[in-house]
């Protein structure tokens, strides 16, 4: 359910044309961040699932860590980029063709890609050169960063310190930068005189601001309280929700508030049965 939501998001936008716009272009990326996601944990959770665990190699364990970081990576950026460009869209609608042009857009994807490139590749460099003694067990069911460090026998206070000095500034950033454009845009609406403005204003960010909500609010539950104020089961609940509800709601979503989305669903539907 989740690849074929996110594969239809990407087709729509590839093939309608009145879905060339810079809102859309950002939430195929998205899409295709998600099903990166998925791919990379839901079949290994499965298999888990159903045969209550199974053996993985370290050089396996690593390169979940580095697909799944990468694209959830990648998606914090792009729903940062998403929050601008909601932004200019309410508080500067007559300007908006002008800023969001395509190059523009294209730039900002292609810098959130190559970034989270970049520092996954640091962070996999450090990982790589740890030491894995013996056969232990991950009590999770994915190879989530922490859970991989704690199994090694050699020293990985260098790994934690890079780690956290990329990924507390780059979330702080993110969250700061997304909570002010959302305060400009409230600030905007409630300056609009008519209810049925005001309504047509917010419908056209309330989709990212769920999303935003459920991902963010997810991530923070984890990482940001201490390890001590939830157990081991409550830390995988809640994982649960952003590598695998998140990515399937995502299309949901941005389908069900937005009528261009359903509109292009019915035509897609009409071409591929005319064909």
Known sequence: MTLTGNLLIIILVSVTRFL?????????NLSSCDIILTTTIIPNLLYITLKNGRPMTVI????????????????????TMMSYDRYVAV????????IMNFP???????????????????????????TFCNFKYIDHFFCD??????????????VRTV??????????????????????IFLAIHRISTTTGRQKAFSTCSSHLAVVCMYYGTIFAIY???????????????????TVVTPLLNPIIYSLRNQEIKIAIIKFKKMILGM
């Open 20 to 28: 060339h716009s810079p809102m859309y272009f950002f939430l195929s």
């Open 60 to 79: 396996g364990c690593i390169a979940q860590l580095i697909f799944f970081s990468f694209s959830s990576t990648t998606e914090c950026l792009l729903l």
């Open 91 to 98: 508080c500067k609608p007559l300007q908006y063709v002008t």
């Open 104 to 130: 523009f857009c294209l730039s900002l994807v292609v810098f959130s890609w190559i970034l989270s490139f970049v520092l996954i590749l640091i962070v996999t460099l450090l990982i790589s050169h740890l």
């Open 145 to 158: 960063f922490a859970p991989l460090v704690q199994l090694s026998c050699s020293d990985t206070s260098v």
């Open 163 to 184: 780690v956290y000095t990329i990924a507390v500034p780059e979330t702080v950033i993110e969250s700061v930068f997304i909570i002010s454009t959302y305060l400009c």
């Open 224 to 242: 940001a309280v201490p390890a001590g104020e939830h157990s081991s089961g409550m830390n995988k609940i809640v994982s649960l929700m952003y």
